[in-house]
């Protein structure tokens, strides 16, 4: 008699093609046992609901992938478990075209004589992303990431998704490519609501500034070095909004925190922020308010109205914030893009709050109803200048044009955002400038890496841009130039020139 | 040092004539309106830049509210 041999096989893998079912839960086994939570859960519910409204068509089942942040999980927590945790999970891709296996083997073998571009124009024309499945039987979803709905809708409003990110998906010999923002499922082990949250928006801010990607079991490590304040660090009690300041700052980014005070103040942050491509980390307080603890969700777009006409006769500009109807949250309770309506809620004691109202995708009825306590957002350890202080200046500006160009009739519309310098100058090319004006830029200005970028713009397109070094805690001294739009008629040069002295900035004309 | 290696010196000829804007009193009358019409503009909007810049003073127990909801 030997002893059994184990550990001695490696696992399987095969890629098996199936259509994308008419209830998505039916591609997952309930658990066994008498679990906490209603089967299927809400996020396969959801992912199967959002899926459906992308035109999915077929689901292609990778039956064995390692992935990075599963296996750090693995490594810090389950791995002592009782049960034998598998190291790998399986990985679902989902295409909008109509194919079954033998079209996938035709597809494969096509590649293999000479046709591989063909094939894979074929897949990445289709694609729309992929969903890790772990092997936690409550916690299924682990990274997903998946396309955004396109920017126009239906309805008339316009999405925003500029804290998405492009994610190169490797699948048996095929590079595709998707445009998200990576979502998980918290597993309450290694990760609460908070820690998937802040990592989907390191998973943007990382790439930016070529860190290397904080895993849920590095930021609750992080999280819980210093500030452990009560209970345990595993399994996961939550982060408090100091405990996410922390992991933002070991993943080698800063924390800006700024409170929930007011519907416009908190459009206006969110906005600069999700525009910059920087995701926020939103600290809700679901209501009732008798609850003491918070959930979180990680903001990565907006959707966006028409500029709200400017009703107070003390001034003379328009806000580009308050376009703002809604944002996209990754709500780890429900999946990624859910809507958040953005809204007022007033408090017993007659304070008015910043809301945010949750709801499935295309459905009128309300998931949960929080107020906006606070605003997280991790940025380049270089950008030191918040959006409230670039908008303290940019809106004096604004009001001060509104003033010296009445025939805008008040329509000066300022909005607040970071550039890389890089982009600026690369885009600066399409802005009509004069060859002296575009040569003094590129070869005569000095930018910051991250520039703060205060646009004005009229009823004809751009009127001129305020560039600010974001390096600087002050919007003001810190202005480097002001770059004339096509937008400013002649006359409004000389007044442009005249507020670029005063500010003790150039003008790029 | 001679003119050639003085860095001050060489900026100050390389600098185009958009670069020496830079200036702490108005040229003219037109231009101090403009100025003038800043400082207006300023005071106007006081009140709505103050509550904005509020919000980046973070008390304590906002610090350590804890954000914890169960899948």
Sequence with gaps: ?509 | MPDALDPARQAERAEPESRTNRASSPRSDEEQRVWDVLEEARQNVKQLTKRELEAELLPSELMSFRLKSGR
């Design chain 1, 1 to 509: 008699m030997t002893i059994e041999p184990r550990g001695y096989e490696y696992p399987h893998q095969s890629i098996r093609v199936v259509p994308f079912p008419s209830e998505f839960d039916e591609l997952f086994t309930e658990p066994t046992g008498l679990t906490e939570d209603v089967w299927p859960t809400a996020q396969i519910n959801y992912l199967g609901f959002y899926l459906k409204r992308l035109g999915c068509r077929t689901v292609l089942i990778e039956g064995h992938y390692i992935d990075r942040d599963f296996i750090d999980d693995l490594a810090l927590f389950y791995s002592r478990s009782l049960r034998g945790y598998p190291n790998h999970c399986q990985r679902l891709h989902f295409f909008t075209e109509d194919f079954d296996e033998s079209r996938w083997r035709s597809v494969v073998a096509e590649a293999n004589h000479n046709q591989h571009e063909t094939s894979t124009q074929f897949l990445q024309r289709a694609y729309l992303g992929f969903c890790v499945i772990r092997p936690l039987p409550g916690s299924l979803i682990g990274r997903t990431v998946l396309q955004t709905f396109p920017r126009d809708s239906a309805e008339g409003h316009r999405r925003d998704f500029g804290a998405t990110r492009e994610y190169r998906v490797h699948l048996a010999g095929f590079e595709l490519g998707v445009r998200g923002l990576a979502f998980q499922q918290q597993d309450q082990g290694v990760s609460a609501c908070a820690t998937t949250s802040l990592w989907s928006a390191i998973h943007k801010v990382a790439l930016m500034e070529g860190l290397p990607f904080a895993t849920p079991a590095a930021i609750t490590q992080a999280a819980s070095r210093y500030f452990l304040a009560g209970g345990r660090a595993l399994p996961s009690e939550g982060l408090t909004i100091d405990q996410i300041c922390e992991a933002i700052r070991s993943s080698g980014l800063a924390p800006i925190v700024v409170r929930g005070l007011a519907l416009d103040q908190a459009r206006a942050q969110l906005h600069g922020y999700l525009t910059s491509g920087l995701p926020a980390v939103l600290a809700l307080q679901p209501l009732p308010l008798t609850r003491s603890e918070g959930h979180a969700v990680c903001a990565v777009g907006l959707k966006l109205g028409a500029i709200a006409p400017q009703t107070d006769p003390q001034y003379h500009f328009r806000d580009t914030a308050s376009a703002v109807m809604a944002v996209y949250v990754h709500d780890d309770r429900l999946g990624p893009y859910a809507v958040a309506d953005l809204q007022s809620y007033t408090l017993p004691k007659g304070e008015i709050v910043p809301s945010l109202v949750i709801r499935w995708p295309g459905e009128s009825a309300v998931f949960e109803t929080s107020v906006l306590r606070a605003i997280a957002v991790p940025v380049p350890t270089k950008l030191r200048l918040t959006v409230a202080r670039m908008r303290s200046l940019g809106i004096i500006i604004a009001d001060a044009v509104g003033r010296l160009l009445p025939d805008l009739e008040r329509k000066v519309d300022v909005s607040c955002r970071y550039r890389l310098s890089t982009e600026y100058q690369r885009i600066a090319f399409g802005f009509t400038l004069t060859d002296n004006g575009i040569f003094d830029l590129l070869n005569s200005t000095v930018l910051s890496r991250y520039l703060g970028e205060i646009q004005l713009v009229g009823p004809a397109g751009p009127l001129f841009d305020v560039l600010l070094d974001a390096t600087e805690t002050q919007a003001n001294p810190s202005v480097l130039c002001c770059v004339s739009r096509a937008g400013l008629a002649a006359s409004g040069r000389p007044i442009v020139a005249s507020i670029a002295r005063r500010l003790g900035a150039t003008v790029v004309a």
